[in-house]
């Protein structure tokens, strides 16, 4: 293999511009580096181990794994089965406790599978699909005892999985996809079973680094320090094993909004969910909802703190809204600079997708991170048609970076050929072959009744709230913000909990009958610029602004969601992206 070294750049656009005019007798070199690395992220032969916490983009990548490992939709029994795949989940701790739980009722929801609790209930098998309760990232350093625990049970459950399925010879590897904080990951290598360090095959590391405007730590990624990172390296030198780094942005997956990946998202997130885990979502949300909506209120009347928040109680209904209403009553949620914040666009943008789509991420950091997960693992079988592992050797302490091999950092980019439509629809074709997977066991959504009271509650309460300042806006925030009324009122999910139920499958879906276009309107949340400078192409996004993903429709007949669905295998909006293969 040809060695070579690129110019220095400190930015992705040029990295890229660099890695796609690579010189010509470097090209396969550069090629059979990139292969040989996404052959091995996505080799389906080894068992794949996941640290993952449990918001709600983190579940749906996990879904897309496990509905190609159990065969979900085409099987022929539910529960665990002898041909199931082998995985392990690292439920990355919070100090609820609830990434553990929620992972675990999530895997036990998808598989069917009887949960066999073991190690003092910190690990749980679903069949073959093991869960482990992992470490709390955020603690970096002291708990000695706490941390040897979590190590062992770490290298019990590994074991035990890698003899269940039949690892052996040459398949006895495992490729460990990691999250952004690293520390836990290079204590686990120092201090495992040397057989077990022995076995890892590759790693990828989600989200860790910002590459969109220079090379550094992302948000998530703060608490990586660079000699943890320069540890990496040496690690992955001495096992002779590639670390590749996943990034939305790096990948073009550039919309902070799971609507625009996901098929009908605010109502299908009830079949893909079971409801106690889509209903924090919800709860959330709706609590962002009405704060923003009475953050207007108060900066239009001048009343901030306390005098905000007993309008806030005086026209919330407390008996819906008792076990979710946190912010939107706290009296620091007024504070005079958040309430005039709340005018700007970036406020309204956030407030109308919420208004269309209630199911917001745990997280505050913007974006969909686990969607960059989409292309590795062993359901992507596509990836090396679409994708190049650039090796990348990185100056951690001088930001900057550049294509060199042989290297032990990889970044995984789209090809030159791809671009952001492609991206996009790609993965809308993939989420929509996993959600004819589950839908297929599940069902279509059943919404529960206090949830469409919740909702008529906060519809209500947020209305009073925008009506009563209207009339002090000006008029192009005027304009914004009448987009927040309507979303709230005839969006995905405004439709969804006021759905007719003129025949049993429309009172179990968004729309039952070709009116339900109207009803449902997913496209356009509002038209204007949000300076995102994104091209325009129909359906997806348009003139900067990121819209929510429109059914396909092919006739004025089909327009209801349980009617349209794609073959297991073509997934896509009319056959773009290829879904399970």
Not at 272 to 289: M, T, V, W
Not at 292 to 318: H, T
Not at 380 to 389: F, G, I, K, M, V
Request: one cysteine or more; charged letters at 20%.
């Amino acid at each position: 293999m040809k060695a070579f070294k690129g110019p220095w750049s400190s930015d992705l656009d040029s990295f890229k511009k660099l890695v796609h005019s690579i010189p010509e007798q470097y090209k396969s070199s550069f090629a059979t580096s990139s292969k040989a690395t996404i052959d091995k992220i996505c080799d389906p032969g080894v068992l794949h181990v996941w640290e993952s916490n449990s918001d709600v983009d983190s579940l749906l990548q996990l879904a897309s794994i496990i509905a190609k490992l159990c065969n979900l939709g085409v099987r022929k029994n539910a529960g665990a089965n002898p041909k199931d795949g082998c995985m392990v989940i690292i439920a990355e701790e919070n100090s609820s406790g609830s990434n553990f739980s929620r992972i675990c009722e999530y895997v036990g929801y998808l598989t069917g599978a009887k949960l066999r609790g073991h190690l003092e209930d910190t690990v749980a098998a679903y069949g073959k699909i093991v869960v482990v309760r992992g470490w709390d990232n955020s603690v970096l350093s002291g708990q000695r005892e706490a941390l040897e625990k979590t190590v062992r049970r770490i290298n019990i459950a590994i074991e035990r999985v890698l003899k269940m399925g039949k690892f052996e010879g040459k398949k006895r590897k495992i490729v460990w996809h990691h999250n952004a904080v690293i520390p836990f990951l290079l204590h686990w290598i120092n201090t495992t079973t040397p057989a077990l360090r022995s076995t890892i095959s590759a790693i990828t590391i989600t989200g860790s680094l910002d590459f969109s405007t220079r090379i550094g730590p992302s948000t998530a990624g703060r608490a990586n320090k660079v000699p943890d990172l320069e540890r990496l390296e040496q690690y992955a030198k001495k096992l002779g094993v590639p670390v590749v780094f996943l990034d939305s942005s790096s990948q073009l997956i550039n919309f902070d909004y799971l609507g625009t990946y996901m098929y009908y998202y605010a109502y299908y997130i009830n079949t893909f969910l079971p409801s106690s885990l889509s209903r924090p979502h919800l709860e959330k949300a709706q609590d962002e909802l009405v704060t923003f909506s009475f953050r207007l209120r108060a900066a239009s009347e001048a009343k901030y703190g306390m005098e905000a928040v007993k309008m806030v109680q005086k026209y919330l209904d407390p008996r819906t809204a008792k076990q979710w209403a946190h912010n939107c009553i706290n009296k620091d949620s007024y504070e005079k600079s958040k309430c005039r914040a709340a005018g700007k666009d970036e406020s309204i943008h956030h407030a109308v997708q919420l208004a269309d789509c209630p199911f917001a991420r745990f997280s505050a950091t913007p974006g969909v991170p686990a969607f960059a997960r989409l292309a590795a693992g062993p359901a992507s079988t596509s990836t090396p048609d679409h994708y190049t592992a650039a090796p990348v050797s990185i100056a951690f302490r001088k930001s900057q970076f550049r294509p060199a091999s042989p290297s032990t950092f990889y970044i995984l980019i789209p090809q030159a050929t791809q671009d952001l439509e492609k991206v996009t629809s790609r993965i809308q074709g993939l989420m929509m072959a996993v959600l004819e997977r589950i839908r297929r066991e599940k069902g279509n959504p059943l919404l529960a009744d206090d949830e469409k009271c919740m909702w008529r509650d906060v519809v209500k309460a947020c209305t009073w709230a925008l009506d009563g300042c209207e009339d002090k806006m000006p008029k192009d925030m005027l304009r914004k913000v009448r987009f927040v009324k309507q979303k709230l009122k005839s969006g995905t999910w405004g439709y969804a909990v006021n759905a007719p139920a003129t025949n049993p499958d429309a009172a179990a879906g968004a729309a039952g009958n070709a009116a339900a276009q109207q009803g449902v309107e997913m496209n356009r949340p509002y038209a204007f610029d949000q300076g995102k400078a994104q091209s325009a192409t129909p359906g997806y996004y348009q003139g900067g602004v990121q819209h929510v993903l429109q059914a396909p429709l092919d006739g004025a007949a089909q327009v209801a969601p349980p009617q349209i669905y794609p073959s297991v295998g073509l997934g896509g909006l009319r056959g773009s992206g290829r879904g399970f293969t």
